[in-house]
């Protein structure tokens, strides 16, 4: 198991090992974005039980890109004071620790009550006609949110991009060793790569190269703001469905995913991380493969960055394998860890069982990410 606990180096930032805490919603934070005292206990948790790099839950840039109730907010200075404590309990216990920027988008849940709705819950949605002031590439519904946002204006986009660039200013000042743009699951900077969502006709919209500017220029933003060395990772989904590889549904193909990384490494991406949507990764999950190694190796050998691969890494043969063998720099894991964040240090000391985690999928009821088995693991 050597090659998981060698140091993983993205830029100055060096971690004690290859593992990864991907980004998780705990929903725990204040109303306004800010950190809680259960939030500083998780992270503080994960830090202590020997993972190396821990990314933050989704951390919104704009007051209208709120992704979610309890999501942690990056995007005024009064927010800042508390962060310091987080990164402050990474560095104690040994771990590095990433904060993952995001605008939330069509895909965003929204209480009934929310501020940003323009017609109540309980009336019928109008495709094309904007029922919140949520930005969007262009006013399509969400098939599952039943949103449809406002189709952002070039000025708009600009500022948005703005915005990434000073929290990614604010984070450094903090203290996170990186900052990670998140250009997947669904969320606005990857509709704009989905022509699902992106119907534009202007510079944001038609071809591969339009339609990735947004995120282009949110990552020259962060560049700007925060230096041209610090860590700048880039969430990327390989696919918008991973059982239709070839995006023969009208979605981002593997191979657009491919050439938008290319953009975002030329843009100044100093690592990609590789992802997808999990909940359709059905043939991965059968198989007890990680869900996006093949297309994690692919990266690896074709850009000139680290390449950290997410999902369905469950034990640590697997995990010393592909390392071995892909040539991807790190693996990030999020379930394992709810379970036992105590997880990386029981396989260091000898006992390289697999992740206890049963994928029963109750954490996935986002309040506090609970576990039914986590108890028994940390007895």
């Known amino acids: 198991m050597a090659g998981m606990f060698d140091k993983l180096t993205i830029g100055p930032m060096v971690a004690r090992n290859r593992i990864v805490r991907s980004a998780t919603a705990e929903s725990l934070a204040t109303m306004a974005g800010g950190l809680s005292p259960e939030l500083l206990g998780i992270y503080g948790e994960l830090a202590w039980g020997g993972v190396g790099t821990i990314v933050t839950g989704y951390m919104y840039v704009a007051p209208d890109g709120k992704p979610s109730e309890g999501a942690l907010g990056l995007y005024d200075d009064s927010l800042l004071g508390h962060l310091r404590s987080l990164t402050d309990v990474a560095h104690e ?15 965003s849940k929204l209480s009934a009550d929310d501020s940003r709705r323009l017609q109540p819950v309980d009336a019928a949605a109008v495709d094309g006609v904007p029922n919140t002031t949520i930005l969007g590439a262009s006013a399509i519904m969400h098939p599952r949110t039943h949103l449809v946002p406002t189709e952002a204006t070039s000025e708009q986009l600009a500022a948005l991009a703005d915005a990434f660039g000073l929290a990614a200013m604010w984070a450094r000042a903090c203290g996170f060793d990186g900052v990670e743009l998140h250009v997947a699951h669904g969320y606005l ?18 071809s591969l190269e339009n339609r990735a500017r947004l995120a282009v220029q949110c990552l020259q933003a962060i560049r700007a703001q925060a230096g041209l060395e610090y860590p700048v990772f880039a969430k990327l989904n390989c696919c918008d469905d991973w059982d239709d590889p070839a995006g023969q549904r009208g979605g981002l193909s593997q191979d657009e995913s491919a050439q938008v990384a290319a953009m975002l490494v030329e843009a100044g991406a ?12 059905s043939q991965a999950v059968e198989t007890g493969e990680p869900y996006f190694a093949t297309f994690g190796a692919r990266l690896a050998g074709e850009l000139g960055v680290p390449v950290i691969v997410t999902g369905g890494w469950r034990d640590p043969d697997t995990i010393t394998r592909h390392l071995e063998s892909d040539g991807i720099a790190g ?10 964040p105590n997880l990386v240090n029981r396989w260091r000391e000898g006992d390289s069982s697999a992740s ?3 994928e029963c999928g109750k954490c996935q009821q986002y309040v506090g990410i609970p576990c039914p088995v986590r108890e028994k693991c940390m007895a």
């Not at 216990?93 to 895909?107: D, F, M, T």
């Not at 900077?189 to 038609?206: C, I, M, T, V, W």
């Not at 894991?333 to 709810?338: D, L, V």
Request: hydrophobic share 40%; net charge negative.
């Open 356 to 358: 206890a985690c049963i």
């Open 331 to 340: 693996v990030a894991m999020s379930r394992p860890f709810i379970c036992e």
């Open 270 to 281: 100093s690592c990609i991380d590789v992802s997808g949507d999990w909940h359709t990764a």
């Open 189 to 206: 900077l990857s509709q704009f790569l989905s022509p699902n969502f992106n119907k534009r006709a202007d510079e944001y919209g038609g």
């Open 93 to 107: 216990n040994g771990a590095c620790i990433v904060a993952q920027l995001v605008y939330g988008g069509s895909k």
